[in-house]
Antibody, heavy 120, light 110 residues
Framework: EVQLLESGGGLVQPGGSQRLSCAASGFTFSSYAMTWVRQPPGKGLEWVAV????????YYSDSVRGRFTISRDNSKSTLYLEMNSLRVEDTAVYYCAKDVAGIFNGMDVWGQGTTVTVSS | QSALTQPPSVSRSPGQSVTISCTGTSSDIGGFNRVSWYQQAPGTVPKLIIY???NRPSGVPDRFSGSKSGNTASLTISGLQAGDEADYYCSSYTSSSTVVFGGGTKLTVL
């Protein structure tokens, strides 16, 4: 069964840091681009970042560029999101997702999400 | 990058069809065939229902179809069922090498 399992969410103070992980199983992780998408409470979806299959290609939304870093360890089938200088507006459910093919073409497998709350 | 524009809500009766629009610009929808649609029922994870404008992943019924004209993409659902009640989001690749989502459309099947 194709599965993504996020972890690492929690309560963090403004200006703090948090590292999210996403463990993949059931597919050849190293063959697919992987994406982080977030959803603030009661609001819509917001694209955060994507990394290509090899991990060399990375792109970010304007709202997180310079503060967040996406990375992957293909030997561990795990995706990461390092979040620094966190702001209240970063509060959201963070989903990792597998790209359907190539990159930027849509995400066909989603994790259950992990909640990050930025508050003092 | 501004969000794509979707109607906040639509409602139809079972058995009817509905078309949800998603309007962007020549820098996103109009410039690329990389439009996706997602269905998110209450309390659930988003589900991909259309990718690359009109392609359906395996397992998605052919009642769901996608199209694009200029800077506007559309999702059509025919033969509406109660189980189709959900929030629907469009997304598109942009010329800035990012992805932008629409604000979402709440579909109510009365």
């Amino acid at each position: 069964e194709v599965q993504l399992l996020e972890s690492g969410g929690g309560l963090v103070q403004p200006g703090g840091s948090q590292r999210l992980s996403c463990a993949a199983s059931g597919f050849t992780f190293s063959s697919y681009a992987m994406t982080w998408v977030r959803q603030p409470p009661g609001k819509g979806l917001e694209w955060v970042a994507v990394t290509g299959a090899s991990g060399y290609t990375k792109y970010y939304s304007d709202s997180v560029r310079g503060r967040f870093t996406i990375s992957r360890d293909n030997s561990k089938s795990t995706l990461y999101l390092e979040m620094n200088s966190l702001r209240v507006e970063d509060t959201a459910v963070y989903y990792c997702a597998k790209d359907v093919a190539g990159i930027f073409n849509g995400m066909d497998v989603w994790g259950q999400g992990t909640t990050v709350t930025v508050s003092s | 990058q501004s969000a794509l524009t979707q109607p906040p809500s639509v409602s139809r009766s079972p058995g009817q069809s509905v078309t949800i629009s998603c309007t962007g610009t020549s820098s996103d929808i109009g410039g690329f065939n990389r439009v996706s649609w997602y269905q998110q029922a209450p309390g659930t994870v988003p589900k991909l229902i259309i990718y690359e404008v009109s392609n359906r992943p395996s397992g998605v019924p052919d009642r769901f179809s996608g199209s694009k004209s200029g800077n506007t993409a559309s999702l059509t659902i025919s033969g509406l069922q109660a189980g189709d009640e959900a929030d629907y989001y469009c997304s598109s690749y942009t010329s800035s090498s990012t992805v932008v989502f629409g604000g979402g459309t709440k579909l109510t099947v009365l």
